[in-house]
Nanobody, 118 residues
Framework: QVQLVESGGGLVQAGGSLRLSCAAS????????MGWYRQAPGKQRELVAR???????NYADSVKGRFTISRDNAKNTLYLQMNSLKPEDTAVYCC????????????WGQGTQVTVSS
């Protein structure tokens, strides 16, 4: 029912910037938490950043100070601004959304590739 579609990935040189978007099929206001995860080949998927409905944020230590997560409720879109990119940031980035009620409902996007060259 809920669809999340990521965009904005691509190839960028080290030190460059990229802005990822995650467009939801419906309002994102109802989601308690939204976040960005990434997974490189042969590696475990890791949480990059998350944001609550009250705009509290958390970041992985590896991206702290370089990445910024934000949401635009009017556009039903989640963003990840990535600055000072490093080759180790290369991965598939996926959008996630959770709603908390009697049970937790979790949704995932298809992912967008980010490649950072030296």
């Amino acid at each position: 029912q809920v669809q999340l579609v990521e965009s904005g990935g691509g190839l960028v040189q080290a030190g460059g910037s990229l802005r990822l978007s995650c467009a939801a099929s419906g309002t994102i206001f109802r989601f308690n938490v939204m976040g960005w995860y990434r997974q490189a080949p042969g590696k475990q998927r890791e949480l990059v950043a998350r944001i609550t409905s009250t705009n509290s944020t958390n970041y992985a230590d590896s991206v702290k100070g370089r990445f910024t997560i934000s949401r635009d409720n009017a556009k039903n879109t989640l963003y990840l601004q990535m600055n000072s990119l490093k080759p180790e940031d290369t991965a598939v980035y996926c959008c996630n959304a959770e709603s908390w009620g009697r049970l937790v409902a979790s949704y995932w996007g298809q992912g967008t590739q980010v490649t950072v060259s030296s």
